[in-house]
T-cell receptor, first 112, second 111 residues
Framework: DGGITQSPKYLFRKEGQNVTLSCEQN?????MYWYRQDPGQGLRLIYY???????QKGDIAEGYSVSREKKESFPLTVTSAQKNPTAFYLC???????????FGPGTRLTVL | EDQVTQSPEALRLQEGESSSLNCSYT??????LFWYRQDPGKGPEFLFT???AGEEKEKERLKATLTKKESFLHITAPKPEDSATYLC????????????FGSGTQLTVLP
């Protein structure tokens, strides 16, 4: 079955630690995205990548980093510089120029 | 500035009570409007894409419509399993790939 997988589902981090969230897709989509979702707010774009080895900052990139070494994979690192990292993180991908994006199941990150 | 506004923020319906959710947008040169359904603790599930004013799409009890300034998601005779948060999104002006999302409407259908 084609789809987007994210791991882990739940992640706990101590202050001062970097953590990496995994996102993999087997849809053969060129573009991949990372969003952050907080209660009562819409999705906010962190980073996106349209092709391998290229990515752009979204609206809230500070304190985050990404890489795109393979078409299928787009990991997100939440660094210690991110001041309020506790949130629900969503990965998405798209192939069409019309912009339809398909989402993974999400990772809930909690900073202790 | 591109903006997407959804209303109401929350809606409670009795089973079978039809209603509509609204998504208004201010984007130069609309290149599509997308509706998603999101269940608690899960990723959004794609529902519809609308491209031009007057277009309609249907899926089971849901029908999405589009005008030049807004979109409606009509829910006919809803069931409790339709309870979810419904999100709409549009591509940013000048980009076919970046989406701006509304804050969503949380729908609760009571049995």
């Amino acid at each position: 079955d084609g789809g987007i997988t994210q791991s882990p589902k739940y992640l706990f981090r101590k202050e001062g630690q970097n953590v990496t969230l995994s996102c993999e897709q087997n849809l053969n989509h060129d573009a991949m995205y990372w969003y952050r979702q907080d209660p009562g707010q819409g999705l906010r774009l962190i980073y996106y990548s349209q092709i391998v080895n290229d990515f752009q900052k979204g609206d809230i990139a500070e304190g985050y980093s990404v890489s795109r070494e393979k078409k299928e994979s787009f990991p997100l690192t939440v660094t210690s510089a991110q001041k309020n990292p506790t949130a629900f993180y969503l990965c998405a991908s798209s192939i069409s120029r019309e912009g339809e994006q398909f989402f993974g199941p999400g990772t809930r990150l909690t900073v202790l | 500035e591109d903006q997407v506004t959804q209303s109401p923020e929350a809606l409670r319906l009795q089973e079978g009570e039809s209603s509509s959710l609204n998504c208004s947008y201010t984007v130069s040169g609309l290149r599509g409007l997308f509706w998603y359904r999101q269940d608690p603790g899960k990723g959004p599930e794609f529902l519809f894409t609308l491209y031009s004013a007057g277009e309609e799409k249907e899926k089971e009890r849901l029908k999405a419509t589009l005008t030049k300034k807004e979109s409606f998601l009509h829910i006919t005779a809803p069931k409790p399993e339709d309870s979810a948060t419904y999100l709409c999104a549009v591509p940013l002006s000048g980009s076919a790939r970046q989406l701006t999302f509304g804050s969503g409407t949380q729908l609760t259908v009571l049995p």
